[in-house]
């Protein structure tokens, strides 16, 4: 298609759309972002928000304060005081307990994430107690542990870190080198780090404040190696001084996430009573005798991280919030920007194609989130531990994989509006970045997903894949884009079974690139075939427009993965020019329509922004709750 009759067709699209109470049909650029709380959202903002609404409402009402403003001027331990007031005024409204990780996790989980939307410093600093240190003495501790740990966690009389990263092991967790072994005379452990590599790294509070630590150390006992186990450990007394036997040097400055106190534990043969092991699944008595119900090392660690999941999850759904805050600072503000000729950026294709499809996957990775975490809670859950594993390993790499494209994306099409930190995706890009690396490195979760698929492609040993004939090749609809994007997982790990299958050795090694795309169109596959599940319930006025955003979703993946489609002769090639000639007009779709379920007089998308229903205060962004004309006037 020439340039010309690309010009006219593009015209002809955006005509269409003018006809529908357009706010943009006028030449009238916005000069106010649109308001909080409409009737017209609450409707959608509650399909969104399925559970602990009032209780999210409450948190979010209660960072309305000063406090809990912005300030980008602290220095290192300024942040870092200020991060610990935080949670200290948080900790003291008792919106939640530690024991809610088991009695109530949907609650748990809530009351976290809606930290993470005011100040991912203590965000993250509450996590690693409550949720990390906290949610592993409530699964791997037995009542003892419960009665003597927890009610002091809730009050922070007992701040607590995580134990198992070290410097010389961060994704194999199974090598540490940390010991713990047992003397039977005194009937304590002693916990050690035979050297510096063992040290334990990166540990969240350990460097100015946990008091105590949950300790992952290889056991052995009787010179018999059981395996790794976790052990609380005392870092410092109830004054905060550093117990005897253990050193602690700070990590320091960092890219972001500077209200988080980083350290480096060492242990010099720190004895431990014998109730410090959290016992529910293995067990020492007074003579010495180790027992558990599972006898494997390897299957026992598995069950004994296998806690890491909520962790996991509350890391996605992190990333998916500050997804939602960036594009809808980044959308508001494109919508009330003009730029030549009083022409608002958000009419430009290159605004659009970056913001557009960045919203349809924030609702993607959102729903999948919604229902990766239904799954864990319903009917059996052991049944469904590795279901949920492989689906949280995958949606934790994919969420913040696309959270940094994102707010990079986000912050671009704010021009230097983006790049000052009161608009907060600066900060939001600097704070979060770690998240690609911590609870599971991203290129290992994505391993983690397609070892699954291929471990069972290579019990079934099945023929090619075969796209149905019904799949177009322009105009791709719902059942078309599930089929295209089913096909290719499925391709990917018959290409891949067949390689290891014929390799003779390090086959898997060699073709690690192709094992993170195959993570990669697992998780796209899964997520649109959600998403599209999930139309059955939206709510009927927002049926249309949340359709269109599923399709622009799968569109969007399918262009990630055209590489797959051509290389297999699938599409041909001129179906390249017409998926994003399809996804342009969508995208012109949602940035020039208005919504028939809004009063509002904006763009379609802003009223999809709208629905996540993040109030103003947590916004924060000038650009995006005041008129950027106003900047600097006052």
């Not at 002809?12 to 308001?35: E, F, K």
């Not at 090619?464 to 059942?479: A, F, M, Q, T, Y």
């Not at 179906?575 to 208005?594: M, W």
Request: aromatic content about 8%.
């Amino acid at each position: 298609m020439d340039g010309e009759t690309e010009k006219k067709r593009r015209l002809a699209v955006l005509a269409s759309h003018l006809t529908r109470n357009n706010v943009l049909a006028s030449g009238h650029v916005a000069t106010q972002p649109h308001g909080q709380g409409m009737v017209a959202y609450d409707s959608l903002n509650q399909w969104l928000v399925r559970d602990n609404r009032e209780l999210r409402e409450a948190i979010f009402d209660f960072l309305n304060d000063p406090l809990y403003m912005p300030n980008y001027q602290q220095s290192l331990e300024g942040f870092r005081e200020l991060t610990m007031q935080r949670v200290v005024k948080f900790v003291r409204q008792g919106f939640f307990s530690v024991t809610d990780y088991a009695k109530d996790p949907l609650k748990f989980q809530a009351a976290l994430e809606s930290l993470s939307f005011c100040d991912y410093s203590m965000a993250i600093k509450s996590g690693v107690h409550f949720t990390l240190c906290g949610g592993t003495i409530v699964k791997l501790g037995t009542e003892k542990h419960h009665k003597e740990f927890l009610p002091k966690m809730d009050t922070l009389e007992l701040p607590g870190c995580f134990g198992m990263t070290e410097l010389g092991h961060g994704s194999n967790v199974m090598g540490i080198e940390t010991t713990a072994e047992y003397d039977r005379a005194s009937g304590m452990f002693v916990i050690h780090t035979p050297h510096n590599e063992a040290s334990k790294f990166w540990i969240g509070g350990a460097g100015s404040t946990a008091k105590i630590c949950a300790v992952f150390a290889q056991l052995t006992i009787d010179k018999t190696w059981q395996g790794p186990h976790v052990f609380i450990v005392r870092l410092r007394d109830d004054q905060g001084t550093i117990v005897p036997g253990v050193r602690i040097k700070d990590n320091g400055a960092k890219q972001g996430l500077n209200g988080v106190d980083n350290g480096q534990i060492w242990f010099d043969h720190v004895r431990v009573p014998r109730d410090a092991l959290l016992d529910r699944y293995a067990s020492v008595d007074a003579q010495g005798r180790y027992s558990s119900p599972i006898s494997d090392p390897n299957q026992r660690f598995g069950t004994m991280v296998s806690g890491l999941t909520t962790g996991r999850m509350l890391i996605a759904q992190a990333a998916v919030d500050a997804c939602k805050s960036g594009v809808t600072i980044a959308l508001r503000y494109s919508c009330a920007r003009p730029q030549f000729a009083n022409t608002p950026i958000i009419q430009y294709v290159t605004q659009q194609r970056r913001l557009i499809p960045a919203l349809a996957t924030t609702y993607a990775m959102h729903l999948s989130l919604l229902k990766c975490k239904y799954i864990g809670l319903s009917g059996d859950s052991a049944k469904n531990a590795k279901v949920v594993h492989v689906l949280s390993s995958g949606l934790k790499a994919a969420a913040t994989w696309h959270r940094v494209q994102i707010l990079q994306e986000c912050r671009e099409c704010c021009g230097g509006m983006g790049f000052l930190a009161a608009n907060k995706i600066g900060p939001m890009l600097n704070d979060m970045n770690v998240d690609v690396t911590f609870e599971g490195d991203n290129t290992v979760m994505m391993q983690q997903v397609a070892k699954s698929l291929i471990d069972v492609g290579m019990k079934k040993k099945a023929p090619p894949p075969v796209l149905p004939s019904s799949v177009r090749h322009e105009n791709l609809g719902l059942e078309c884009l599930k089929a295209l994007l089913s096909w290719r997982c499925d391709m990917l790990t018959h290409g891949l079974v067949q390689e290891l299958a014929s390799s003779m050795r390090n086959g898997y090694e060699c073709n690690l690139d192709r094992v993170v795309a195959l993570g990669w169109a697992s998780v796209d596959s899964s997520t649109y075939t959600m998403f599209m599940e999930e139309l059955n319930s939206v709510p009927v006025a927002w049926k249309d427009a949340l359709t269109k955003l599923c399709i622009l979703y799968g569109l969007s993946r399918v262009e990630a993965g055209l590489t797959t489609y051509l290389e297999h002769g699938v599409l041909p090639g001129r179906s390249v020019a017409a998926i994003r000639n399809q996804i342009n007009d969508l995208c012109l779709y949602f940035a020039s329509t208005s919504s028939s379920s809004s009063s509002s007089n904006g763009p379609l998308a802003l009223d999809l922004c709208d629905a996540f229903g993040i109030p103003d205060h947590l916004l924060q962004a000038p650009i995006a709750v005041d008129s950027w004309h106003r900047i600097g006037a006052t």
